[in-house]
C-alpha cells in the first residue's frame, strides 16, 4: 500500500461546478496537510496548508482533514476555467522524527474545468 | 514568487555524460530541495540541504549528487546521466523545515537519450 493515494483522474466538469479532491494515507504520524496547485508545465505552488484535523477555508476553497479516518479533501466552489490544473496532495510529519524534512506527496489529480 | 531561478529550463544530452543542473534563490531561505516528477510517480525527494555544505539524501538519491557552498545556489549533478533520469526537475525552498510550506521552480525538463 502506497503511503498517500490520490485518484489521478482525469476529472472533467461544467464551470460553476463543486468539485471534490481527495487523499487517503496510511501514516498516523502525519500532522501537516497541504494541496498544492500545479499548472501546465509550471512548478507547483501551495494552495492550502492545514494543521491536524479540520476544516480551513480561503474564499472558495475548503480544505478539511480527518485525522482519524487517515483522509483529507479539497473543495472548489462555482469552479471556474482558470481552476484547470493538476491538484496535489502534500503531507508532513513536522518538526520532530526522521521524516522531518520529507513532504510525501500524492500522484496528483488532473481537472478540466469546461466553459 | 519566492525568487528562484532553475537553469537549464530544458536540456538533451546523451547518456554517459554528466550533467548538472543549478537552482539560484534570492530570498536567503535556509532550505532547499530537489524533486523529480514523473509519470506515474508524482514528486519524489532527491536531495536536501539545510544550510552551507549542509546537504542529506532523499528518497532516490542513487546516480545524484549535490552541493551548496553558498546560500543562494543548491546544484544537482548526475555524474554520469542514464535514460531513466529523464524527468522533470524541480528546485525548492522554504524557510522551516519539515511544515511544508515549499516554494517551487519552473523546473528543468531533461532528456537522456
Known amino acids: 500500500q502506497k503511503e498517500v493515494e490520490q485518484d489521478p483522474g482525469p476529472l472533467s466538469v461544467p464551470e460553476g461546478a463543486i468539485v471534490s479532491l481527495n487523499c487517503t494515507y496510511s501514516?498516523?504520524?502525519?500532522?501537516?496537510f497541504m494541496w498544492y496547485r500545479q499548472y501546465s508545465r509550471k512548478g507547483p505552488e501551495l494552495l492550502m496548508y492545514t494543521y491536524s484535523s479540520g476544516n480551513k477555508e480561503d474564499g472558495r476553497f475548503t480544505a478539511q482533514v480527518d485525522k482519524s479516518s487517515k483522509y483529507i479533501s479539497l473543495f472548489i466552489r462555482d469552479s471556474q476555467p482558470s481552476d484547470s490544473a493538476t491538484y496535489l496532495c502534500?503531507?508532513?510529519?513536522?518538526?520532530?522524527?526522521?521524516?522531518?524534512?520529507?513532504?510525501?506527496f500524492g500522484k496528483g489529480t488532473k481537472l478540466s474545468v469546461i466553459p | 514568487d519566492a525568487g528562484i531561478t532553475q537553469s537549464p529550463r530544458h536540456k538533451v544530452t546523451e547518456t554517459g555524460t554528466p550533467v548538472t543542473l543549478r537552482c539560484h534563490q534570492t530570498?536567503?531561505?535556509?532550505?532547499m530541495y530537489w524533486y523529480r516528477q514523473d509519470p506515474g510517480h508524482g514528486l519524489r525527494l532527491i536531495h536536501y540541504s539545510y544550510g552551507v555544505k549542509d546537504t542529506d539524501k532523499g528518497e532516490v538519491s542513487d546516480g545524484y549528487s549535490v552541493s551548496r557552498s553558498k546560500t543562494e545556489d543548491f546544484l544537482l549533478t548526475l555524474e554520469s546521466a542514464t535514460s531513466s533520469q529523464t524527468s522533470v526537475y524541480f528546485c525548492a525552498v522554504s524557510r522551516a523545515r519539515g511544515a511544508g510550506e515549499l516554494f517551487f521552480g519552473e523546473g528543468s525538463r531533461l532528456t537522456v537519450l
Open positions: 530570498e536567503n531561505h535556509r532550505y
Open positions: 501514516n498516523s504520524a502525519f500532522q501537516y
Open positions: 502534500a503531507m508532513s510529519e513536522g518538526n520532530s522524527g526522521a521524516g522531518s524534512y520529507q513532504l510525501t
